[in-house]
């Protein structure tokens, strides 16, 4: 919370963060002992009176009303002319968001004001990780010892992109006998992203007094995590510390350190897990893209990124997210969709970096879907940060055999018999795929009908000069140069 001068910079400042959907209180006590009185723009909208008519009791310095009644909130885009004709007085900026500290951060840093702290004091997380100085001699990736515990970050990384075959990948690296991994999913790893929802910090928590509680092998504690759904594999890790013990667990059949030091034999496997981060790419974490704390933390990862037909992917993340009330998924809805969601992006200027306060609250989910697969602004992001030798791209729209084996060798791990093995199954369903007129295919496991020819149109001609600009990448970056945009480029 800041407590900011009534200044011409503050009132700007201020309005500034009710217009990007953020909360801010107005403050109106004069004489305060300890905690300041905050009074919300319910002012604004004549909804409260000072004082309140229904003030319980009011003081020289002190004034109880109903619970929750005095609340901060997420003002309505709408009411923003009626907030801007406020008059002045001093305001407290209150960041009503699961990043508080983010945001603090990027306004110290935007306007240039002293007490921003050094990057490596502003995570719960150690830069770098413990155990980059011990690279070299394990495979797995950057490992260590504490408390007699094998602590991990895998070596490779599947970051994304969901909906672009992100789930086959994860199951052709599974195949391979030369790869070790956690049996876990798609972990948000929100410690990482500085976006722990309240919800799930509290489960955390629940969960970890339980483990206190509980007797342990060795006497040493387990890893915390939640699992997402009951029936499923994807959780979302607690902490850093939690996310590597869970992998460490799976370098050796105990996870246990010798002598202080973590058994080479039991660590020689690369180690890979799936971290759903791909949209936090162009976000600041505590004033540090995402990318760049990434490389910070574990400078040798090596990030693995699904990549499909951009019109695909879309169409896809629509049938399996999508939730529209009583209105029934079709093609005939989804043409509508997205095209009033492309035309308010290209009116509005959206970018991947602020598509969320740039569209209408309806359409962000949508944003979402139709941001993933614009690769031209995503892939920068990462390439400034690892470069193409720590960068290896998926191309699920070639021969899957042969991509697996080209996987398999950036991985150190060739298996010709494995790549044959793990797609067996995608040319089945691709057989099964030819005889059907539906939208299924080897990439999902639900059917839905296909997409409409001007629907496909109408979104190839959006994506259009987002996959040009691919073109100047690939010739500066090799690993870019997959079948899939060298089509985009003829």
Known sequence: IFLLRNTAWSIRHCFEIFTSRYSYTRFLGRSLVDQPIQLSLLLAQNELMWPPKDEIEM????????????????????????????????????????????????????????????????????????????????????????????????????????????????????????LAHSPHVEDPVRWLTDSTLATEEKKCNELREKDKAKPHYHGYPDPIYINQHETSRALSTCSFTDYTLLHGKFTTNEG???????????????????????????????GVGLPDLFHRLQPSARMLITIRDAVDVFYSAYNHFGEFGNTAKSPEHFHAFARDLTRIWAEAGCTVANFRTCLPPEFVQGGSWLSRALYSEHLPLWLDSFGCSQIHLFDVSVDPYEEVQRLYDFMGTPDNRAAFNVTRATYRVQEVTKQYSTGSNALNKNSYGSMLDDTRVQLEDFYLPYNRDLCDLIEVHECLRVPLFERYCQ
């Open 256 to 286: 246990f350190c010798f002598d202080g030091k973590v058994p080479m034999k039991g660590v020689q496997k690369p180690l890979f897990d799936e971290m759903v981060i791909w949209e936090h790419g162009s976000s600041k974490v505590r």
């Open 59 to 178: 003081g020289q310095h002190v004034m109880v009303v109903p619970k929750r009644r005095l609340n901060s909130f997420r003002r309505n885009p709408l009411y923003s002319n009626v907030d801007a004709e406020e008059g002045g007085g001093d305001f407290l900026a209150h960041f009503a968001s699961n990043n508080k500290y983010s945001l603090m951060v990027d306004l110290l840093d935007q306007e240039k004001l002293p007490g921003v702290p050094p990057v490596e004091e502003r995570y719960s997380f150690p830069l770098p990780a413990p155990g980059v100085e011990h690279d070299q001699y394990t495979n797995a990736g950057t490992c260590w010892c504490n408390d007699k515990q094998i602590h991990c970050m895998p070596k490779y990384h599947v970051i994304g992109v969901h909906k672009a075959g992100s789930k086959s990948l994860m199951r052709y690296l599974a195949g391979n006998p030369g």
